[in-house]
Every structure is written in structure tokens, then in C-alpha cells.
């Protein structure tokens, strides 16, 4: 029942900025470690940036200074605000989170359905 729902994709032109938003929804007890990946047509997935339970973050060199995730426990979202987008950056991209629900034993990984983000030059 625990679920990520993704949103905030779409198309923009480069140099542009698109915030993708991934909320944690069902009967959740705690979560831990928040992650996006992205997937180009053709390439492995990627992860991209980390964020700890505690707010430590991590990215991927081809993101660092343009990309900001960053999280809100309240409402159980993790954000990926993307700047200077650049044609490259177009992939679907994946949030992920180390979840424990409310009736379960174990955390376990969740993964969200994906949003299309596309970059045109």
C-alpha cells in the first residue's frame, strides 16, 4: 500500500529549470534515505542525488551545481530542483526511498513510476 507518486516533469527548453517532486503516501512509519535516478534512452539507470534521513546530500559530477535535492519529512517529498537543464539531462527519472510502513518489520526499497523530463537544445 506504501507508494511514491512522482510528479513535476515535462518538456523545457535548456538553460531552463523543472522541479520534480516524489511524495511517500499509505500507511507509513518511517522513512530513511531518499534518492533520484534517472534513466536516458539507450543508458543504465544513474543514480543522481542522495539525501540522508538527517538532510546529507550527495550528487552525480554531471549535476553538481545545477541540481538541488532536498526533502520535507512533513509531508514525506522529496524534491529534485533542476537548473541549467541541459539536453543531456533528458531521461526519465526515478525517486526512490528506504521505507518502513506502519505494519511492516523491515525497510524496504520503493521506487517511484518515473517522470519524463526532456531537455530541448
Known amino acids: 500500500q506504501v507508494q511514491l507518486v512522482e510528479s513535476g516533469g515535462g518538456l523545457v527548453q535548456a538553460g531552463g529549470s523543472l522541479r520534480l517532486s516524489c511524495a511517500a503516501s499509505?500507511?507509513?512509519?518511517?522513512?530513511?534515505?531518499m534518492d533520484w535516478y534517472r534513466q536516458a534512452p539507450g543508458k543504465q539507470r544513474e543514480l543522481v542525488a542522495v539525501?540522508?534521513?538527517?538532510?546529507?546530500?550527495k550528487y552525480a559530477d554531471s549535476v553538481k551545481g545545477r541540481f538541488t535535492i532536498f526533502r520535507d519529512n512533513a509531508k514525506k517529498t522529496v524534491y529534485l530542483q533542476m537548473n541549467s537543464l541541459k539536453p543531456e539531462d533528458t531521461a526519465v527519472y526515478y525517486c526512490r526511498a528506504d521505507i518502513k510502513g506502519d505494519d511492516s518489520r523491515w525497510f524496504r526499497n520503493y521506487w517511484g513510476q518515473g517522470t519524463q523530463v526532456t531537455v530541448s537544445s
Open positions: 499509505g500507511s507509513i512509519f518511517s522513512i530513511n534515505g
Open positions: 539525501i540522508s534521513s538527517g538532510g546529507s546530500t
